[in-house]
């Protein structure tokens, strides 16, 4: 009797065999390229633009698209994920994501980076929306601030290679060869998502049609939307740091080459994910945490004023930033661990943020051509300062 030969196996699936099979490590895998990818997309395309000589106040703009587009788009697709789960959800993000990137590279005008920043938000909306439940939904709720913590220092690594990387990458190749770099890896990225299982969501019993707005717009209670006040304080800072600040200041502020901004931006990310990692391991004391996200205040006024002598001022931000990444996972879970429509609750949480940080990359292109950068800085320190008041307030009153 003759062996019936194997069907030939497509790249694809060999592709999907050899990805890890564990719900967690999807998610690991899942994060981390997720993390690199979107690091890299958020160096080259405010280079890009200063490249193409693109007005910095149009520069803003474009940016903000990204966040006035989470904002409107991650309650509905969490809300989605609360009825059918999280999958889906999840290859939308990847496909809107290469939708963006083709966009970019087809494109080299502003109208085509504003309709690739729409779908950057699109595909940043996506993931957001899901990524806690995912996690909550495999490891289940105990320790979940530990262990939500813990993934944000893994994307700051992630986040700090792909900076790194992308640095040098743009030294020895073009903008379109690098964003077609991004773009094959982002197909990658659509594999990993696609493998995830439907059951990592958390499936509400109540039907879409009958069930998205009303759970949007249910009632919260006030401390919710004081939590989502503190959050967007501090999101607004250390958001638009990463994303527009830091890269615009050091490329046309001091005229650091692509290489050196997207390094100084490498190590921003490292040290944030060491100073993420490092305490949730030494489970040092929340009031020290309190303490580090309080030296970003004058961090941020000194970053301008110090000239090219950034790298101390980079690396206290990048600690109280790691601060920051558990005291925001505290505050998430303290909100949401008890709630039926996990990811719609987070998506609510985190809409004044998305409509603060809008409104911020907005004026901060008109600001930079008027004023320069040091007024911007000063804003983003007196958010800290008032984020570092209501934090020890809400620790003290809780009794932590």
Known sequence: MQNTPSPPVSPIAKITHSLPHGEMEKLYALNILYSVLMAAMAVVVPLYLLHLKV???????????NPLVFMIMRVFFASIADSIGTRSINAISSITNLMAISLYIAMSTPIGFALGGFFEGMRASAFWSVV????????????????????????????????????????????????????????LLLIISLSIGHSNGHPSKTPIKDGIIPRILKKRPLSFWQASFLLMLIFIVINTLVSFMIPVYLTEGLGLSYEETGTYLALFSLATAFATLLPLRFEINPHILILFAALMVPALIALPLTGTSIMIPILVLALGSGACNILNEYIIVDQVFRSKDVSTDIGVLFIPLKLGEFMFLVAAGFVVTRLGYLPLFITQSLFMAVAVLFIWLMFRRSGR
């Open 132 to 187: 806690r439940t995912d996690i909550l939904f495999v490891k289940g709720h105990a320790k979940a601030s530990t262990m939500l913590a813990r993934f944000s220092g893994l994307r700051q690594f992630a986040d700090g290679a792909g900076r790194f990387i992308v640095g040098f990458s743009l030294v020895y190749m073009s903008f379109q060869g690098t964003l077609m770099a991004i773009a094959a890896l982002s197909v």
């Open 55 to 65: 007005d910095i106040t149009y520069i803003g703009i474009i940016v903000a698209l």
